[in-house]
């Protein structure tokens, strides 16, 4: 057990003058202990999808009902969202009513945060699928009025002046916008002139599962079932330029390596993307239940952002056929998370091919190299996976459906510290 307040990472959140944004590349000096802190809430059931830090809170979203102190003396009912005091892990009173899952967080201004999910009410008040709460007293801010028309949210960051949105959904406040929409931070008012006119001729539907934005708030990177974006063609992957002057547009920047499919029934099979502190590199992990060097299921790949026009991976670590869900670059380490029993396993095929590394549902790779670091927890069970990832000061947030970490007991969350 890590013992204690983690004094310095504890007044580093103190000094925080605005929140963190879920996407925001937070830069360690080294990679984080295995050695979970104790002082961390527990979730007792369903499963852990999101996180956000505001100030000295630390919001939990996913599907569950129950959560309890870290002694589990005293359990609270909670509504697939809760929060709890960064520093101590006392649990707080926010407890807003949302009657489904919730898939993704960011802080917002002024004590808020923002909630993505495929729920339709929040504190039985019709809210689809996206809504701004208070970290005070769990209300909705009446002020912020967006809504989806059908479908889900599944990622959310919030920058400056801006709340960008990407799921299912083909509609958001009046405006057709198929899966990815830029709204007012204050208003939930979709912007109009937001348009990266997302389309997927071959699939159900456009589908985004993840976003990411640089530290500068300059470029957006969107991933998830899309085939065509401004009217040309980008697989899966679109990033988009987003100047302090001037209207966001579609990057002259583009990938091949997911031109290929996975298993069928997998219309995308990325899930997570994250930016370097630097906002230099991409990192993108995958689905796909298959395995093979010439595919990219299964693989954590990492790209450079420089430069326009076509670009490849400059590394690529296969599973061997278990799936990768988060990931979370911090400079020092890029974690990935999911079920996967091995990484550096391009020649397994669900087994453990030459040189295979044992990382059981969480990893760390070298940024330079792509390949696994000495770091190893060890999640058991792996469960679904670890579908939440979020670097803090603190170190980083884990959260998954499955409750051993460290060899310690942690209900679907814990805190691997730095240092």
């Keep these: 057990m890590r013992r204690g307040l983690l004094a310095a990472a504890v007044s580093a959140l103190a000094a925080l003058a605005v929140a963190i944004p879920a996407s925001a590349a937070l830069n360690h000096a080294a990679t984080v202990s295995t050695n979970p802190a104790d002082f961390t809430p527990h979730v007792l059931d369903g499963e852990v999808r999101a996180f956000a830090l505001v100030g000295d809170a630390v919001v939990v979203g996913g599907d569950f009902s129950t959560v309890s102190d870290a002694a589990r003396k005293v359990r609270y009912k909670r509504s697939n969202l809760f929060a709890y005091r960064a520093s101590t892990g006392e649990v707080l009173p926010f407890a807003p009513a949302v009657d489904g899952e919730v898939f993704t967080l960011a802080a917002g201004p002024n004590g808020t945060v923002y909630a993505g999910g495929n729920f339709l009410r929040v504190n039985g008040a019709a809210q689809r699928g996206i809504a701004q709460l208070n970290l005070a007293d769990g209300n909705r801010v009446p002020a912020f009025v967006g ?76 991933i998830g079932a899309v085939e065509q974006a401004g009217g040309q063609y980008r697989a899966q992957v679109v990033m988009v330029d987003i100047p302090a002057n001037g209207p966001a547009r579609l990057a002259d920047w583009y990938t091949d390596a997911y031109t290929k499919p996975c298993r069928a029934g997998f219309e995308t099979y990325l899930r997570g993307i994250d930016f370097d502190p630097t906002g230099t590199y991409a990192t993108i992990v995958t689905t796909g239940r298959k395995w093979g060097e010439k595919l990219m299921c299964d693989t954590a790949a990492r790209f450079d952002l420089r430069g326009s026009g076509l670009h490849r991976p400059l590394w690529v670590n296969w599973t061997g056929g278990d799936s990768l869900y988060s990931v979370a670059d911090t400079g020092a380490a890029i974690y990935v998370g999911g079920h996967q029993r091995w990484m550096d396993n391009p020649l397994g095929r669900e087994t453990a091919g030459p040189g295979a590394t044992p990382r059981p549902g969480i990893a760390a790779l070298d940024p330079a190299t792509g390949r696994a670091t000495a770091f190893n927890p060890r999640r058991n069970p792996r469960g679904v996976g670890a579908r939440a990832l979020l670097a803090t000061p603190q170190g980083l947030l884990v959260g998954s459906d499955t409750d051993r970490i460290g060899d310690e007991y942690h209900g679907k969350l814990a805190l691997l510290p730095i240092g």
Excluded at 173 to 191: C, E, H, K, V, Y
Aim: glycine share 12%; no cysteine.
């Design 147 to 222: 809504v989806i028309a059908w479908g889900d949210v599944r990622s959310i960051v919030a920058y400056g002046p801006w709340v960008y949105a990407a799921g299912s959904f083909s509609r958001i406040g009046t405006l057709d916008r198929p899966g990815l929409a830029r709204l007012n931070g204050t208003s939930g008012i979709a912007d109009a002139t937001f348009d990266l006119r997302l389309a997927a001729p071959n699939l159900t539907r456009v589908k985004l599962e993840d976003l990411a934005l640089t530290p500068d708030g300059t470029r957006l990177g969107a």
